[in-house]
């Protein structure tokens, strides 16, 4: 029997799992921290580092507190967080601002820049990220910081880190940038690094996007590595501050939603979509092979002996919040009685975009859209209409995945959204036309427990880790007849997504989209 600890930072807290090899999850804790916002901004979004630390610490004094385990019985600490979260610093690796936050999306025309350079030069990076350079992602944010900092901050840059990484440095006690590794899963597709071009982009092409960027590369230095290696031994400052022994081992981090998604039970052939505020899909395969418009084929992003794929959404919960939020209400409250609507009766057809599109399309200047509206339509038409199109949305991803070799045999529903709403399962089973396997249990910080598993030799693989201690699953069942209707109101979304979402699109005839809604609608209400 062993202990370990498995950390998972979101957007407002932390939250840390104690993990017996022979019983699974002890007990977990969440502390929580702030985001800042600004009204003036919507697009700001930033986090302070010692924040999260110190509700790191927090947490793992409260889980171990709560769990009755001993600080010295926990073998192995492993950490995942939101990504691209990025953060400057100085050269003792003190931070010359607060990260900018994977939901910051200020940085729209940096990255506008480094597609139409990518594309010029022909840089092959870019086809690894989708054939778009997202403003979600590391380069263009650093621009942006770059282009905005004052002169005196910009003297003391340094390098900048993913969060994955400089938790990890700061819990090891790295102070030197010559002494930091960088997570594979992290610094893959949203900081164009591959083996396969020398790592990341070349010092001519980052200078020729913009000449603050000259001489970075050599900045965002250190070892590249997976997961299955150590990044250090807990440090003698933080083992005091979490209550937990010196020297343990920390393994490399990684993004969340990948971990996650390994927690939920994730193998090849496998899609796990990780539901949260957003919506992060993972995949394994053992062929690495680009996906257009999907934006994260890395080897060794999720399990180290395989290809990872990440898609997704760039807003789900947050689109419930939203219509929540207009109606004056809870989201809970509002989707009271959800399970009472038909498939298709409230003759909405709402898109995805209220975020923009991270796949596949990955235009960030989309919005909200939601056609069908009549004088007696409710919030509650509209929240059941938004989970209706986060599921279209997500069978357009998973059919382009498909397209181009990724297997998708299993469609496993991680996160926390669903846990608590059977009726979105249900939807995306019907929608998909495939069971829906939602782990008994919440498996969130699950995968970073697995990993430390694995890091202090517990386990012989990640693999042997899940099949210990993954939960077991609860299944939805697609039904027929709401099958039928969503075969009906399927191609009415897909031809409103490619019509509306690229500048581009050949012109396509929508004069059938609102007749077919009403009368979708009319025949399954009385049905």
Same mark, same amino acid.
């Given at each position: 029997? #062993?202990?370990?600890?498995? #950390?998972?930072?979101?957007? *407002?807290?932390?939250?840390?799992?104690? +993990?017996?090899?022979?019983?699974?999850? +002890?007990?977990?804790?969440?502390?929580?921290?702030?985001?800042?916002?600004?009204?003036?901004?919507?697009?700001?979004?930033?986090?302070?580092?010692?924040?999260?630390?110190?509700?790191?610490?927090?947490?793992?004094?409260?889980?171990?507190?709560?769990?009755?385990?001993?600080?010295?019985?926990?073998?192995?600490?492993?950490?995942?967080? &939101?990504?691209?979260?990025?953060?400057?610093?100085?050269?003792?690796?003190v931070p010359l601002d607060d990260y900018?936050?994977?939901?910051?999306?200020?940085?729209?025309?940096? $990255?506008?820049?480094?597609?139409?350079?990518?594309?010029?030069?022909?840089?092959?990076?870019?086809?690894?990220?989708?054939?778009?350079? =997202?403003?979600?992602?590391?380069?263009?944010? *650093?621009?942006?910081?770059?282009?905005?900092?004052?002169?005196?901050?910009? =003297?003391?840059?340094?390098?900048? *880190?993913?969060?994955?990484?400089?938790?990890?440095?700061? %819990?090891?006690?790295?102070?030197?940038?010559?002494?930091?590794?960088?997570?594979?899963?992290?610094?893959?597709?949203?900081?164009?690094?591959?083996?396969?071009?020398?790592?990341?982009?070349?010092?001519?092409?980052? /200078?020729?996007?913009?000449?603050?960027?000259?001489?970075?590369?050599?900045?965002?230095?250190?070892?590249?590595? &997976?997961?299955?290696?150590?990044? !250090?031994?807990?440090?003698?400052?933080?083992?005091?501050?979490?209550? +937990?022994?010196?020297?343990?081992?920390?393994?490399?981090? $990684?993004?969340?939603?990948?971990?996650?998604?390994?927690?939920? !039970?994730?193998?090849? /052939?496998?899609?796990?979509?990780?539901?949260?505020? =957003?919506?992060?899909?993972?995949?394994?395969?053992?062929?690495?092979? %680009?996906?257009?418009?999907?934006?994260?084929?890395?080897? !060794?992003?999720?399990?180290?002996?395989?290809?990872?794929?990440?898609?997704? %959404?760039?807003?789900?919960?947050?689109?419930?919040?939203?219509?929540?939020?207009?109606? /004056?209400?809870?989201?809970?409250?509002?989707?009271?009685?959800?399970?009472?609507?038909?498939?298709?009766?409230?003759?909405?057809?709402?898109?995805?975009?209220?975020?923009?599109?991270?796949?596949?399309?990955?235009?960030?200047?989309? /919005?909200?859209?939601?056609?069908?509206?009549?004088?007696?339509?409710?919030?509650?038409?509209?929240?059941? $209409?938004?989970?209706?199109?986060?599921?279209?949305?997500?069978?357009?991803?998973?059919?382009?995945?498909?397209?181009?070799?990724?297997?998708?045999?299993?469609?496993?529903?991680?996160?926390?959204?669903?846990?608590?709403? &059977?009726?979105?399962?249900?939807?995306?089973?019907?929608?998909?036309?495939?069971?829906?396997?939602?782990?008994?249990?919440?498996? &969130?910080s699950l995968g970073s427990g697995i990993? $430390?598993?694995?890091? #202090?030799?517990?386990?012989?693989?990640?693999? #042997?880790?899940?099949?210990?201690?993954?939960?077991?699953?609860?299944?939805?069942?697609?039904?027929p007849k709401a099958v039928a209707i969503?075969?009906?109101?399927?191609? *009415?979304?897909?031809?409103?997504?490619?019509?509306?979402? =690229?500048?581009?699109?050949?012109?396509?005839?929508?004069?059938?989209?609102?007749?077919?809604?009403?009368?979708?609608?009319?025949?399954?209400?009385?049905?």
């Amino acid at each position: 029997m #062993a202990v370990v600890a498995g #950390a998972d930072f979101g957007t *407002l807290s932390v939250r840390v799992t104690l +993990l017996d090899s022979e019983k699974g999850r +002890l007990a977990t804790a969440v502390a929580e921290y702030p985001l800042h916002r600004r009204r003036e901004d919507p697009d700001f979004a930033t986090q302070s580092h010692d924040d999260q630390m110190n509700a790191l610490a927090k947490a793992t004094r409260d889980v171990l507190e709560q769990s009755g385990v001993r600080g010295d019985q926990v073998v192995s600490f492993a950490i995942d967080t &939101t990504g691209s979260s990025v953060i400057v610093v100085d050269d003792n690796l003190v931070p010359l601002d607060d990260y900018y936050l994977w939901c910051d999306h200020r940085a729209h025309r940096e $990255a506008q820049e480094i597609t139409r350079k990518a594309h010029e030069t022909g840089l092959e990076a870019i086809e690894w990220c989708g054939g778009v350079y =997202s403003h979600e992602w590391g380069w263009a944010k *650093l621009l942006h910081w770059l282009r905005h900092a004052t002169d005196e901050k910009r =003297s003391r840059f340094a390098t900048a *880190l993913e969060h994955c990484d400089m938790a990890a440095a700061t %819990l090891t006690g790295v102070r030197s940038p010559k002494d930091l590794k960088r997570s594979v899963c992290a610094m893959g597709h949203k900081w164009m690094w591959n083996p396969k071009w020398d790592g990341l982009p070349s010092e001519e092409f980052l /200078g020729s996007v913009d000449p603050l960027l000259a001489g970075v590369r050599a900045k965002i230095g250190g070892e590249y590595l &997976t997961s299955d290696h150590i990044y !250090g031994g807990l440090s003698a400052e933080w083992a005091a501050k979490m209550g +937990l022994n010196e020297g343990i081992p920390i393994p490399v981090g $990684a993004f969340d939603a990948h971990w996650d998604a390994l927690g939920a !039970g994730c193998r090849p /052939g496998d899609v796990v979509n990780v539901v949260g505020t =957003s919506t992060c899909i993972i995949a394994m395969a053992e062929k690495t092979e %680009l996906v257009p418009g999907v934006c994260g084929v890395v080897p !060794g992003s999720v399990d180290p002996r395989l290809t990872g794929i990440e898609a997704g %959404l760039s807003a789900v919960g947050d689109i419930f919040e939203g219509i929540a939020r207009r109606a /004056g209400v809870a989201v809970k409250e509002l989707a009271r009685g959800l399970e009472s609507y038909k498939s298709g009766q409230t003759g909405l057809l709402r898109m995805s975009w209220d975020n923009g599109d991270r796949t596949v399309l990955v235009n960030p200047e989309l /919005g909200g859209v939601t056609l069908g509206w009549n004088l007696v339509h409710t919030a509650q038409d509209e929240l059941y $209409a938004a989970i209706e199109g986060t599921a279209f949305h997500t069978r357009i991803i998973l059919e382009r995945m498909a397209e181009h070799g990724v297997p998708v045999d299993r469609v496993i529903n991680a996160g926390g959204i669903p846990q608590n709403n &059977t009726v979105l399962n249900h939807i995306y089973a019907n929608v998909l036309n495939k069971p829906i396997l939602v782990p008994d249990g919440t498996p &969130t910080s699950l995968g970073s427990g697995i990993v $430390a598993m694995a890091a #202090a030799g517990i386990f012989p693989s990640i693999a #042997a880790a899940q099949d210990k201690l993954c939960l077991p699953f609860r299944t939805y069942l697609p039904d027929p007849k709401a099958v039928a209707i969503y075969q009906q109101l399927y191609p *009415l979304y897909r031809k409103l997504y490619f019509a509306l979402g =690229s500048s581009d699109a050949p012109a396509v005839s929508l004069g059938e989209v609102l007749p077919e809604l009403r009368r979708i609608a009319s025949e399954t209400r009385t049905s």
